[in-house]
């Protein structure tokens, strides 16, 4: 059992109790807050006028001499020093004497500066808003090239995914990463509403999954007695949504695929998808150059993107180069598209494949191998084969081709559109290819044909083009985070305790830089 009297837990537990006997209440329900720390320090100047302020923060720093305190309380917006005084507070002096870095604290009183420099609130009143009893990881201060105080890094990144709190509490950069993908995805939005774009909700629970090909996660409803699938993607009902008369429709939204986790993949991640009547893939990439130019610009003035020591330039024109035309380009021979023929290029360029994958897979298996690194961007993908693209529009002038592009920066992609295809019998055939290949074991593939979306297909859908862009992706880029769960704020991870639920996949590691997740 741990020590009471060294444990910290236990310590803080003895304070809290000593302060309900003294009579402090611990946990108060409201302290009224009407200014933030950064405000106050940017209104202080040393001849205007005296400054009053009601603050609240987390104490971050404390320095006590004899019956006066020093203590550094943080808010949302900065960091502020208080000055508390016995002769001034009287009996509420009390509870400095219990309080520890991390308890919640409000302060009163006004401005003034120190005789070091530092603009302070000389407290009149203070009262304790929530003890803390488990201590958080502070580091010490370290001084910047710049000389900004700042909180050593908590550099465990495992404690950072699983006790995200903890790091939000003690890394304003983390802080920071969530304000801004904030920040980006209300960009979005205000782009698309200023373009007419109508945002609608679909459901996250489906009869039938559709829009990709991912593994779901399955599900059952007691009362309607059915599997259900959690979405793996927003495409089929966005459709529907056009083919009712919603021209301009999009959907901020969590998507789920039961698959590999790594530093570029979570098993629930969010998307942008929307979807525009009387348009092509042609138009959208015009529309993906100008949105990302916009959210660059918003965020940094300039039209520059740096992202793990490397910087590209987002200024539009982007290249454009054939899916097919990028293989060739790397020795991949693409006259024979089939399976055979590709089987034979995958195993001359040292591409493993299984005995179930189709052209399809083995296409995009080729294309990850050999040119998808080599994207550093901004960059468009087009033309993409037939077999790799389900729900695209047939090409007017290959019939192996697909009216589809990916956008890629820094050798991934974020972004995915095509002209939609909106012929229902041909529609009907490549749900029937799909369901034939899960019936040979590909657990990607949608095992169904969706007869709902064909028939509202057959109801008739104008020429629509669509875009899915991969929130988690480009926050990390516009950040510069190097894995995707640096930009969600709650990660899937292993169980603290190792046990997991028997299955095939339990036994692959979810390694990232060396550390097992």
Same mark, same amino acid.
């Given at each position: 059992?741990?020590?009471?009297?060294?444990?910290?837990?236990?310590?803080?537990?003895?304070?809290?109790?000593?302060?309900?006997?003294?009579?402090?209440?611990?946990?108060?329900?409201?302290?009224?807050?009407?200014?933030?720390?950064?405000?106050?320090?940017?209104?202080?100047?040393?001849?205007?006028?005296?400054?009053?302020?009601?603050?609240?923060?987390?104490?971050?720093?404390?320095?006590?001499?004899?019956?006066?305190?020093?203590?550094?309380?943080?808010?949302?917006?900065?960091?502020?020093?208080?000055?508390?005084?016995?002769?001034?507070?009287?009996?509420?002096?009390?509870?400095?004497?219990?309080?520890?870095?991390?308890?919640?604290?409000?302060?009163?009183?006004?401005?003034?500066?120190?005789?070091?420099?530092?603009?302070?609130?000389?407290?009149?009143?203070?009262?304790?808003?929530?003890?803390?009893?488990?201590?958080?990881?502070?580091?010490?201060?370290?001084?910047?090239?710049?000389?900004?105080?700042?909180?050593?890094?908590?550099?465990?990144?495992?404690?950072?995914?699983?006790?995200?709190?903890?790091?939000?509490?003690?890394?304003?950069?983390?802080?920071?990463?969530? =304000? %801004?993908?904030?920040?980006?995805?209300?960009?979005? !939005? /205000? $782009?698309?509403?200023? +373009?007419?774009?109508?945002?609608?909700? &679909?459901?996250?629970?489906?009869?039938?999954?559709?829009?990709?090909?991912?593994?779901?996660?399955?599900?059952?409803?007691?009362?309607?007695?059915?599997?259900?699938?959690?979405?793996?993607?927003?495409?089929?009902?966005?459709?529907?949504?056009?083919?009712?008369?919603? =021209? %301009?429709?999009?959907?901020?939204?969590?998507?789920? !695929? /039961? $698959?590999?986790?790594? +530093?570029?993949?979570?098993?629930?991640? &969010?998307?942008?998808?929307?979807?525009?009547?009387?348009?092509?893939?042609?138009?959208?990439?015009?529309?993906?150059?100008?949105?990302?130019?916009?959210?660059?610009?918003?965020?940094?003035?300039?039209?520059?993107?740096?992202?793990?020591?490397?910087?590209?330039?987002?200024?539009?024109?982007?290249?454009?180069?054939?899916?097919?035309?990028?293989?060739?380009?790397?020795?991949?021979?693409?006259?024979?598209?089939?399976?055979?023929?590709?089987?034979?290029?995958?195993?001359?360029?040292?591409?493993?494949?299984?005995?179930?994958?189709?052209?399809?897979?083995?296409?995009?298996?080729?294309?990850?191998?050999?040119?998808?690194?080599?994207?550093?961007?901004?960059?468009?993908?087009?033309?993409?084969?037939?077999?790799?693209?389900?729900?695209?529009?047939?090409?007017?002038?290959?019939?192996?081709?697909?009216?589809?592009?990916?956008?890629?920066?820094?050798?991934?992609?974020?972004?995915?559109?095509?002209?939609?295809?909106?012929?229902?019998?041909?529609?009907?055939?490549?749900?029937?290819?799909?369901?034939?290949?899960?019936?040979?074991?590909?657990?990607?593939?949608?095992?169904?044909?969706?007869?709902?979306?064909?028939?509202?297909?057959?109801?008739?859908?104008?020429?629509?083009?669509?875009?899915?862009?991969?929130?988690?992706?480009?926050?990390?880029?516009?950040?510069?985070?190097?894995?995707?769960?640096?930009?969600?704020?709650?990660?899937?991870?292993?169980?603290?305790?190792?046990?997991?639920?028997?299955?095939?996949?339990?036994?692959?590691?979810?390694?990232?830089?060396?550390?097992?997740?």
């Amino acid at each position: 059992m741990p020590d009471p009297e060294t444990d910290p837990i236990s310590v803080r537990l003895s304070k809290l109790v000593e302060l309900e006997r003294i009579g402090i209440d611990p946990y108060p329900s409201s302290w009224g807050v009407t200014d933030l720390a950064a405000d106050l320090l940017e209104a202080f100047q040393d001849d205007g006028p005296d400054i009053e302020c009601r603050i609240a923060g987390r104490v971050v720093a404390i320095r006590r001499h004899g019956k006066t305190t020093f203590s550094h309380l943080a808010d949302r917006s900065g960091r502020i020093q208080a000055y508390l005084r016995q002769d001034e507070l009287g009996d509420s002096y009390d509870l400095v004497d219990h309080l520890d870095i991390g308890d919640f604290v409000g302060v009163a009183g006004h401005l003034f500066r120190t005789r070091t420099g530092e603009i302070t609130v000389r407290v009149g009143e203070a009262a304790l808003l929530a003890k803390a009893l488990r201590p958080l990881p502070f580091g010490k201060l370290v001084e910047s090239e710049d000389g900004d105080r700042t909180y050593h890094r908590v550099v465990d990144r495992e404690f950072r995914y699983r006790q995200r709190y903890a790091d939000l509490a003690v890394r304003p950069e983390a802080r920071r990463v969530f =304000e %801004r993908r904030s920040r980006i995805i209300r960009c979005l !939005r /205000n $782009e698309l509403e200023r +373009r007419g774009f109508l945002e609608v909700e &679909t459901p996250v629970l489906q009869p039938v999954y559709g829009g990709a090909t991912a593994r779901p996660f399955v599900t059952h409803h007691q009362t309607l007695g059915i599997p259900l699938y959690l979405r793996i993607a927003d495409e089929l009902y966005l459709k529907r949504c056009v083919v009712g008369g919603l =021209e %301009r429709v999009y959907e901020v939204a969590k998507d789920f !695929r /039961n $698959e590999g986790i790594d +530093r570029f993949h979570s098993p629930e991640f &969010t998307m942008l998808e929307f979807y525009q009547a009387y348009a092509d893939y042609e138009d959208f990439m015009a529309l993906a150059e100008e949105l990302l130019v916009g959210l660059v610009g918003e965020l940094t003035g300039g039209t520059e993107i740096t992202y793990q020591g490397r910087t590209v330039d987002a200024t539009p024109p982007w290249p454009r180069i054939g899916f097919l035309d990028a293989l060739a380009e790397r020795g991949v021979a693409i006259d024979d598209l089939s399976r055979s023929a590709l089987a034979a290029e995958a195993k001359r360029h040292e591409v493993e494949i299984s005995e179930q994958e189709r052209e399809g897979k083995i296409l995009e298996a080729l294309f990850d191998h050999l040119v998808e690194p080599t994207l550093e961007g901004p960059v468009f993908v087009i033309d993409h084969p037939r077999a790799t693209s389900p729900l695209a529009k047939a090409h007017s002038r290959d019939s192996r081709l697909v009216e589809r592009f990916e956008a890629y920066l820094f050798g991934r992609e974020w972004a995915n559109a095509f002209s939609e295809l909106n012929d229902p019998r041909d529609q009907r055939r490549r749900f029937e290819d799909q369901a034939d290949l899960a019936a040979t074991g590909d657990l990607e593939a949608p095992n169904v044909v969706d007869e709902d979306f064909l028939r509202a297909l057959e109801y008739g859908m104008p020429p629509t083009a669509g875009m899915g862009i991969g929130i988690d992706r480009l926050v990390m880029f516009l950040t510069d985070q190097p894995s995707i769960r640096d930009v969600i704020l709650f990660p899937a991870l292993r169980p603290e305790d190792g046990r997991v639920t028997e299955g095939e996949d339990t036994d692959q590691p979810i390694v990232e830089d060396g550390v097992d997740l």
